[in-house]
């Protein structure tokens, strides 16, 4: 088997796997962002993708799909409870994302964590040719480059962290909070979404280990006395902007929004929100605000109508249980006080929907609500922004959302604040054209210059330099 110059490490793999009537089984590339800009760098370097095909104890033999390499790592039962439910998304999850649910601390989860880690670090060694570059994804892997740098010393290694990096008077509870540093400082490049996250890890880095950090690098030392600088800096995520672009342009997509606005009734405004169902999004505090404006009759429901999609997320672990019971209760008590026979208060989807169909929804809503607690970047602030071709719609952002870095003539908000949010969402509603387009040009012109394209040029660009320079002082 050839070895791939390029390989990506991610817990899925960047496809979905269907199987038909008759039980024959075909691979979908799922729509993400990172698949759609990594494309081109896949095909060119011979790429493979060392991914979770997102199954329990399914074992399959690497295959290519559209260009690319796919090695699927097997889970079984036990490590999708340990490894994926428990100690990524019962531990991680909630303590990268400031504690907004109780962190849980179960060894037997790190166990499974180190275990899980290991084999992929094994399937991108396996996989990657002689001084290959390795780009490793996200927290649930965040062991893996340490591990590599081990068995592999030859390769280039980034890893990027999707999500946020907490303070470190939250991080210090964590009680591997020096094995993970230890694994992450294992890349050479370490990136993040906000300048602030990076500025948390450097301090957890000074603060557990005393290393001398300049800047953006780190001084590492290594086993054999020597020491090496790796580089954690800020590179903010983005989407494929121009294909967000092309699909608000196709007419049957815009005949559609059209027919959505028609089927809610044709209101006069439609607010918008459209999250995973997850504590982290602030649904909560969106529902509670809005509720709020209709009871104090500053909405009515005649006029106004939210529309929100909450796609199915993580649904064995415990808090997201809790999550959806409370969020099913408060819309229901909503629309049950103040819905007509002719208009509900709430649209509530708890579904997942195809792009084309989450274009039509962004093109028929006139406000879009992100009102996370705590998020990385927040990619569905950026899809509204692209899809806006006619530079109008308002988005209300949280100021907890990476994204509010970027745009900053969104009207962000904090949203434990409930009266500046039900302020602020009247505000939107309320915004006279001219001041729409006005934020509106500024956000676009930020999203389009700054695609996922552009994002993953910079972050292998950064690689390689680092890569040079260790090169350099070897
Ligand atoms: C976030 C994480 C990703 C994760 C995604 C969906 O965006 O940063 O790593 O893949 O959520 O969550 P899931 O647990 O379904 O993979």
């Given at each position: 088997?050839?070895?791939?110059?390029?390989?990506?490490v991610?817990?899925?793999?960047?496809?979905?796997?269907?199987?038909?009537a008759?039980g024959n089984?075909s691979?979908r590339?799922s729509?993400g962002?990172?698949?759609?800009?990594?494309?081109?760098?896949?095909?060119?370097?011979?790429?493979?993708?060392?991914?979770w095909?997102g199954?329990a104890d399914l074992?399959?033999d690497?295959?290519?799909?559209?260009?690319?390499?796919?090695?699927?790592?097997?889970l079984s039962?036990?490590d999708?409870e340990l490894?994926?439910?428990?100690?990524?998304?019962?531990?991680?999850?909630?303590?990268y994302?400031?504690?907004?649910?109780?962190?849980?601390?179960?060894?037997?989860w790190?166990?499974a964590y180190?275990?899980?880690n290991?084999?992929?670090?094994?399937?991108?060694?396996?996989?990657?040719?002689?001084g290959?570059?390795?780009?490793v994804?996200?927290?649930?892997?965040q062991?893996?480059?340490?591990m590599l740098?081990?068995?592999?010393?030859?390769?280039?290694?980034g890893y990027f962290?999707?999500?946020p990096?907490?303070?470190?008077?939250?991080?210090?509870q964590?009680?591997?909070?020096?094995?993970?540093?230890?694994?992450?400082?294992?890349?050479?490049?370490?990136?993040?979404?906000?300048?602030?996250?990076?500025?948390?890890?450097?301090?957890a880095?000074?603060?557990?280990f005393?290393?001398?950090?300049?800047?953006?690098?780190?001084r590492?030392?290594e086993?054999?006395?020597?020491?090496?600088?790796?580089?954690a800096?800020?590179f903010?995520?983005?989407?494929?902007a121009?294909?967000?672009?092309?699909m608000?342009?196709?007419?049957?997509?815009?005949?559609?929004?059209s027919?959505?606005r028609?089927?809610l009734?044709?209101?006069?405004?439609?607010?918008?929100?459209?999250?995973r169902?997850?504590y982290?999004?602030?649904?909560?505090?969106?529902?509670?605000?809005?509720?709020?404006l209709?009871?104090?009759?500053?909405?009515?429901v005649?006029d106004?109508?939210?529309?929100?999609?909450?796609?199915p997320?993580?649904e064995?672990?415990?808090a997201?249980?809790?999550?959806r019971?409370?969020?099913?209760?408060?819309?229901?008590?909503?629309?049950g006080d103040?819905?007509?026979?002719?208009?509900?208060?709430?649209r509530?989807?708890?579904?997942?929907?195809?792009r084309?169909?989450?274009?039509a929804?962004?093109l028929a809503?006139?406000?879009?609500?992100?009102?996370?607690?705590?998020?990385?970047?927040n990619?569905?602030?950026?899809?509204?922004v692209?899809?806006?071709?006619?530079?109008?719609?308002?988005?209300?952002?949280?100021?907890f959302?990476?994204?509010?870095?970027?745009?900053?003539t969104?009207?962000?908000?904090?949203?434990?604040?409930?009266?500046?949010?039900?302020?602020?969402?009247?505000?939107?509603?309320?915004?006279?054209?001219?001041?729409?387009?006005?934020?509106?040009?500024?956000?676009?012109?930020k999203?389009?210059?700054n695609?996922?394209?552009?994002?993953?040029h910079?972050?292998?660009?950064?690689?390689?330099?680092?890569?040079h320079?260790?090169?350099a002082?070897?």
């Amino acid at each position: 088997m050839t070895k791939a110059e390029f390989v990506v490490v991610a817990n899925r793999l960047p496809v979905d796997r269907v199987v038909d009537a008759e039980g024959n089984e075909s691979w979908r590339t799922s729509p993400g962002g990172l698949v759609t800009a990594l494309e081109p760098v896949m095909r060119t370097e011979h790429g493979a993708w060392v991914g979770w095909p997102g199954q329990a104890d399914l074992e399959h033999d690497p295959f290519d799909h559209d260009g690319t390499r796919l090695i699927p790592v097997t889970l079984s039962a036990e490590d999708v409870e340990l490894y994926y439910e428990g100690m990524s998304n019962d531990t991680f999850w909630p303590l990268y994302h400031d504690v907004i649910a109780a962190p849980r601390y179960r060894r037997v989860w790190w166990d499974a964590y180190v275990r899980v880690n290991e084999r992929f670090a094994q399937a991108a060694a396996k996989a990657a040719a002689k001084g290959a570059t390795v780009w490793v994804q996200d927290y649930q892997l965040q062991l893996v480059p340490r591990m590599l740098r081990e068995a592999r010393p030859d390769l280039t290694i980034g890893y990027f962290h999707h999500i946020p990096f907490p303070a470190y008077g939250l991080y210090s509870q964590l009680p591997w909070r020096r094995q993970v540093l230890e694994g992450l400082l294992g890349a050479d490049v370490i990136g993040f979404q906000r300048v602030a996250d990076a500025g948390n890890f450097a301090r957890a880095v000074r603060r557990l280990f005393r290393y001398e950090t300049r800047a953006t690098g780190i001084r590492v030392p290594e086993a054999d006395g020597s020491t090496r600088v790796a580089v954690a800096k800020a590179f903010p995520i983005s989407i494929d902007a121009a294909s967000y672009v092309e699909m608000a342009g196709r007419p049957e997509i815009q005949a559609r929004a059209s027919e959505i606005r028609e089927s809610l009734g044709n209101p006069k405004r439609i607010l918008l929100g459209v999250d995973r169902l997850d504590y982290t999004k602030g649904i909560r505090h969106r529902l509670k605000a809005f509720g709020e404006l209709i009871a104090d009759g500053r909405i009515d429901v005649e006029d106004v109508t939210l529309v929100q999609v909450a796609s199915p997320s993580r649904e064995r672990v415990q808090a997201y249980i809790e999550l959806r019971d409370e969020i099913e209760l408060m819309v229901t008590r909503i629309n049950g006080d103040h819905d007509t026979l002719g208009h509900s208060a709430i649209r509530y989807l708890h579904q997942g929907f195809p792009r084309e169909e989450m274009v039509a929804l962004y093109l028929a809503a006139d406000v879009m609500l992100v009102t996370a607690l705590r998020d990385g970047m927040n990619l569905v602030a950026k899809e509204y922004v692209a899809t806006r071709i006619d530079n109008r719609g308002t988005l209300v952002l949280s100021e907890f959302a990476g994204a509010s870095d970027e745009l900053g003539t969104a009207l962000r908000v904090n949203p434990h604040d409930i009266d500046a949010l039900k302020d602020t969402i009247m505000r939107a509603i309320e915004m006279p054209p001219a001041e729409q387009g006005r934020r509106m040009r500024a956000m676009r012109r930020k999203v389009l210059d700054n695609d996922v394209a552009a994002w993953s040029h910079s972050f292998l660009d950064a690689l390689a330099a680092a890569s040079h320079a260790g090169e350099a002082n070897r």
